[in-house]
């Protein structure tokens, strides 16, 4: 039992502060693995076990607090500016945090301040972690039996890549989500788990519990027509999935109840073609060492970290993911060939796009936030100076005699009318935070420009 249920069941809640029954009753509707962010002016503040496991992970001082006739209570904090990287921890730690803010101003209100949770952070959902595994795929995915098939759907929110599969047993599952590496499982609070208890303490996961009429097959059709804006999945070529729809519908409800935001930028579904890859299993992965080492040594070589000589993350997963997923089909396999021969004969030519790839950033996760509506200056400025590397690419890589290498080339768009509007609107060097200003350019908006001038300018006449 938690000690706020505790506190609770001994009637110590009565007797508490009033700020400490507006977190406890904020708090108890909280999942055990999710810690509270609760705002207290500058700073967030945890209490009774969360503080005490926070305090752990975060390497951060554990204190104590007086909670009326409660007496002592466990407590810690963070600045509220410098919260994320706190987040992130707690994150990669395999905990949620639920970020709770002051909703009225404390100026303007006579008592107690009213609280509510803004936002949920969870390893899956996190868009703010530019640390370790940036060249990697980050899904959330949802599994669920639909009469005697398993159906399995996953989603990784930066990107926006969103993949179906289905199978005719759990042990197919279980090699999926072994290639997949979920963050965080969505799954019915049935018979499901104890299938795949084995491969669950292995990749130990965030699991996120619903019940079964979530994964209801016909519901989640609906739910990805309302996303997609389409009148039916037959364009997905998904319609007949009705396990993996199931769980793609969960994962939708799933976002959608703890987000809170729009998901403008998630790609159309994808069935996962079994008959277009070798279908690699659990042992041959180990064993192959293709992007972990056996071993379990955390910089031990393999496959993946010899052969990666990519400059983008959004390069190092796709390697990752080929690596993963062998082709098949002699065609496919003969044109990447290809194009890796027509870029190596041209040595010169592929000097020059290397020199052009550095400076891009991770334009997939950028898009990701920006649609998500949690984007810095940073990531604006960032993603400017990406694009002002497309038109390069495009002229330089235009005579290589490859169908692959052309296609690509016909789907880039420049946008330079975006890195423009970046440029003339931001700082070449903003601030991490917007706080303090000094974000816009001085001659963009006349209407801020006289505004500073007032706030820079208001004492000097006295």
Known sequence: MHLCETAIASGCVSMATPMFKQYQSIRNTLSEDTVLFFRMGDFYEMFFEDAQRAAAILDITLTARGGGDAGKVSMCGVPYHAAQGYINRLNRAGLKVAVCEQVEDPAQTKGLVKREVVRMVSPGT???????????????????????CWGCAALDLGTGNFVLCEYDSPAGIIDELLRLRPSELVIADSAEQEALAGVLRELHPVINEYENWIFDPSQAGKRLCEQFNVQSLASFGIESMAAALGCAGALLYYLQDNMHTALDHLRAPRALQHSRFMQLDRQTIRNLELLTPSSGERHAPTLFSILNH?????????????????????????????????????QETLQHVRRLLQPVKDLERLLGRINCGTPSARNLVALAISLRSVPGLKECAAGLDSALIRRQLEIMHELTDVADLIESAIVEQPPVGVRDGGVVRAGYSAELDELRGISTNAGLDR
Request: aromatic share 4%; with cysteine.
């Open 126 to 148: 996190n868009l703010e972690d530019d640390g370790e595994g940036a060249g990697a795929y980050n899904y959330i995915a949802a599994v669920s039996k639909h009469k005697t």
């Open 310 to 346: 990519t400059l983008t993350p959004m390069g190092a997963r796709l390697l990752g993911n080929w690596l993963l997923r062998p082709l098949l089909d002699a065609g496919e396999i003969r044109e990447r060939l290809d194009a890796i021969e027509a870029l190596t004969c041209k």
